[in-house]
């Protein structure tokens, strides 16, 4: 076995073999450092704060590729200016490497318009700011809608949901205010209801039920008829229904006259006027009751007895049955005293004579 091993056929087989594997590998190496610039290495130039204009034609200049890529807007920054390079500058790279730019777009990314139309307008403005949008004025229009969105502006135009605006973008909201009251309805009798329809829009009404008098559903059949009539007024919103006919309005009097004594109350003016008479409120007329005001009782005096004694100027007559008379006194202001009351002076007792 051994033997048959060491034969010179085998090797020279055997070195002719390690010939080839060597010149392989060297014929390898020589081929990729032929590809490959082994050796010639290029300084990456710093292209930092410069435009990204200026930076490609640097890079193309010195024998580098180029990869743009946009980070968040920032303000303090112009835009497209060159704000991060990769490899960073002054590391050797080999002819053709492609150099990574890092470049301040020229302004926010762009964010898509949430739909908020007909929604109450607390949860659209949140639901606007959460996006990255500010509301710059809010409009008030009349419509029945009150307190929704009824439409978004972006430098006067109307923008439809879904519609691409820069971050931080600011808009306008019209907001509806209420419906509009006592507004006078039009008179749309002898117009097609295409037209018709135009007119009951315009005057912020909604156009209802519309009945054609063949069953068809032809826009250009005349109106002849109109609920409610024209010269009333409702409120914004409300719905107008229309009847229509190929036919004019004075071919079709029966049907109107038909149509008056369903919609049109009559008022009987031949009745005398109800008068109405207004029941007296006596509650309100009472006066508000006060409370008592308790008083101590008065102190009762006894009256005092006076005994008048008879003087030449006290003014006391004595009757012949024995009773005094008091006139009342003078004061000195020339206005009589009340007379006191006095009890009745005692009878004189009979004297006994003796004889």
Not at 44 to 57: L, M, T
Not at 170 to 197: E, H, Q
Request: aromatic share 6%; net charge positive.
């Amino acid at each position: 076995m051994l033997k048959s091993l060491f034969n010179w056929k085998v090797l020279v087989n055997l070195l002719v073999a390690i010939g080839l594997f060597v010149g392989l590998v060297y014929l390898t190496f020589r081929w990729l450092e032929y590809h490959t610039n082994h050796g010639q290495e290029i300084p990456v130039p710093n292209v930092i704060n410069k435009s990204v204009h200026d930076a490609v034609r640097i890079l193309e200049d010195t024998g580098l590729d180029y990869e743009v890529d946009s980070a968040t807007f920032n303000p303090k920054y112009r835009p497209l200016q060159v704000l991060k390079v990769y490899p960073s500058p002054g590391s050797r790279v080999k002819d053709g490497r492609a150099i990574r730019l890092m470049v301040n777009p020229k302004s926010w990314a762009p964010v898509a318009v949430p739909d908020v139309i007909n929604k109450y307008s607390g949860l659209a403005f949140q639901r606007l700011e959460q996006v990255g949008l500010k509301v710059n004025d809010t409009i008030f229009e009349p419509s029945i809608q009150k307190d929704a969105v009824l439409r978004i502006l972006f430098k006067g135009n109307t923008i439809k949901p879904g519609s691409l605006l820069p971050r931080f973008s600011t808009i306008d909201v019209v907001i509806g205010s209420g419906p509009m009251r006592n507004i006078t309805i039009p008179n749309v009798v002898g117009l097609t209801v295409k037209d018709a329809k135009a007119v009951i829009a315009r005057n912020l009404f909604e156009a209802g039920l519309v009945e054609h008098e063949d069953g068809g559903s032809d826009d250009s059949d005349i109106v002849y008829y109109q609920d409610p009539a024209a010269g009333d007024a409702r409120d914004q919103g409300m719905q107008i229904d229309l009847w229509a006919s190929k036919k004019t309005p004075a071919e079709l009097r029966n049907k109107i006259e038909q149509l008056n004594s369903i919609y049109r109350m009559k008022v009987d003016t031949t009745l005398p006027p109800i008068r109405y008479e207004e029941v007296p409120n006596f509650q309100e007329n009472t006066p508000e009751e006060t409370p008592p005001v308790t008083t101590p009782p008065a102190k009762k005096e006894a009256p005092k007895t006076e005994v008048q004694k008879p003087a030449a100027n006290t003014g006391v007559k004595t009757g012949t049955a024995g009773k005094t008379e008091v006139k009342p006194k003078t004061s000195a202001t020339g206005t009589a005293d009340r007379p006191k009351t006095t009890a009745p002076a005692e009878k004189p007792k009979a004297k006994r004579v003796i004889i």
